[in-house]
C-alpha cells in the first residue's frame, strides 16, 4: 500500500472538511474570492439601517453563506462595530431551536464576546446580569447551575455545554422566559448598552446556521414569534434559507418587519436560463474557474484529472458546499481503492471514481423521494418554474437541494444536476 498517496488523500479530505472558513489560518490557506458584491450589500443595509434595524440574509443551504458572514463580520469590526458572530448550532441542538433560547443566546453571546475582548462592564452591573441569566423557575435547577458555576466553572462553558446537550435545561430556559420574553430582550438591550457605553462602538449581531433548520421549524420561529424574536434594540442579521422566502405567508408577515428587503447570496450560474439542458452548450468559464480555485486549494492537481475536476463543477449546480460533498466522496472512494489494490501507484479521481461517487450521491437524493415529487421535479426540469411555487412539496424540495433557484433578470429554478440524472435513469426524461 502506498502510504505516501493514502496520507495525500487523507489530507485532500480534511481540507474539504474546512467548510465554512472561519479562522484566520483557514481563511489565508483555503479562501477564494466569492461573495464580493453580496458582502458590499450586506455593509451598505447595516451602516445605512437604523440601529436597531432586523436584516434576513437568505440563500441555498450550502451556498457559502457562513464563509461570507465569516469575512463580513470581519469587515464590519475593521470598520468599528462592536460584532458578535456566532452559529446557532454550536449552542443549541438545531431540533430544539425556538424563538426564546434564540433570544437567550444572543445575551449569553454578547456577554460571553464582552469578557473574552475584556470590554469594562462595571463589576455590579456584569454580576446582576450574570445572577438574572441564572435565575430559572425551579429553584433546584437555579442551585445547582450558580453551584456549577461558583465552583470554579465558566459560566459560558457550563451554559453553552447545557443548551447544546440537556434537553431539560433547555425546556427550564423555555419555560421561564417564555412569557417574560421581553424581560430577556431588554436583558440584552442592557449588555449592549453597557457594551456600547463602554466601547463607543455600535453593536453587531450575526446569527448564523438558522437556515440549516427543519422547514417547518423555520416558519414557526418567524411567522409565530417574530415580534418577540425583533424586540432587541440593536442591530441583528438572522440567516433564512431561501425556501422559506418563497412562502407567500411568511414573506408577508418578514417584510414590514425588517430594515431593507431580503439580502440574497446567490446560486453560481454556469449556464443562462434554459441552456443547461444541451449538451452542446459551453458555461460560462469565470464561474467555473472560481469553484475549480476551491477545488485546487484542497485538492493537488496531481491528485484529479482535470476534465474530472470540470465535470464535478458542473454536477454541483453552482452550490459550494454541493461542489465539496462531490469532491469528498471522490477522496472516500479513493482512500476504498487504495485499501483494495494495495499494488496499484496510479490511483487518482478520475472519471471511473466520479461516476462511482455520483452513483452514492444520487441513491442518497432518490431515497426520501415519492411520486407526486418526482412529478413536480419532472415539471421544474421542463418549465423551468413550479407549477405551484408555495406548495409544501416544491418548498421541500428547494429546501433539500433537490431544486435550485437562480437569478438574471427573472427568477428561475432548474433541478440540481445529481437529480437530473436520477430523472433520466428513471427514464422520466429524455
Known sequence: MDNTLLERFRQSYRNLDLFPLLTPEEI????VDY???TIARLEQVV???DTDGKIMFAGHRGCGKSTLLARFSRNMRDQGYFVVFFSIADLIELSAVNHVNILYAIAVMLLSEATKRQVAIPEATKRSLLDWLTTTQTQTVTKDLKSEIGAGGDFFKVVTAKLKSESTFREEIKLTYEKRVSDLARKADEIAGAIQAVTKKQVLVVIDDLDKLDLALV???YRDNINSLFLPKFRIIFTIPISAIRN???LAILLPAISSRIQQLEVVKFFKKGESH???TTPKENAVNLFLAVLRKRIPDDLIEPETARQMVLKSGGVIRELVRIARECCTQCLLAIRSEPER????IDDAILQSSLKDLRNDFARPLGTNLYDILVSVYQDLNPKDAGSEAFLSLLHG???LEYENDDLWYDVHPIVVDLLKRKKLIE
Open 219 to 221: 416558519q414557526s420561529i
Open 345 to 348: 501507484q496510479d490511483i487518482k
Open 35 to 37: 461573495g464580493n458584491e
Open 47 to 49: 451602516i445605512d439601517s
Open 248 to 250: 407567500g405567508e411568511l
Open 278 to 280: 444541451d449538451p452542446q
Open 28 to 31: 489565508e490557506a483555503f479562501r
Open 401 to 403: 437541494l433537490y431544486v
